[in-house]
């Protein structure tokens, strides 16, 4: 198994309302590039999946909110699977401050495994040797 990292990076201008803080629409965007950095170290980048026929929309997200990051702010995300049976996958992301240690946000996102017709596929006796790199990381505690 190899260790995958936290994502981090700072808040960036365009992101940001006239406040100076992070508009929250972009939390998503966050969650979205932590869960392709996640696939991205676990040798499962996004290319690949796609290169084998497999889709993996979303099938719901959600993000609490719970102290502002603000334009230049350095942040980590630190993302956990909760879920995989091989069809479904949810994640979990906590969004810190870099800086003060802070607790930002929290979110959620579950994602299908499809083909190209957007028809669900078990992983598991499909394409085993996604499921187990996907089985392997189910639970695993990411840190810095």
Known sequence: MKKIYPYKRKVYY????KMSIMHHSNYIRILEETRVSMLNQA???FEQIEALG??????SVDCQYRSPLRFDDEFTVYPKIVKF???IME?????VNSTT???CAEGHSS???TDTSLKPIRTR???PEIYRIFNEYNGYDITD
């Open 14 to 17: 365009y992101e940001t309302d």
């Open 43 to 45: 040798g499962t980048p």
């Open 54 to 59: 497999i889709l993996m929309p979303v099938l």
């Open 85 to 87: 049976n091989g069809t």
């Open 91 to 95: 994640l979990e992301y906590r969004v």
């Open 101 to 103: 240690g802070k607790l």
């Open 111 to 113: 994602h299908c495994f």
């Open 125 to 127: 006796t499909q394409y």
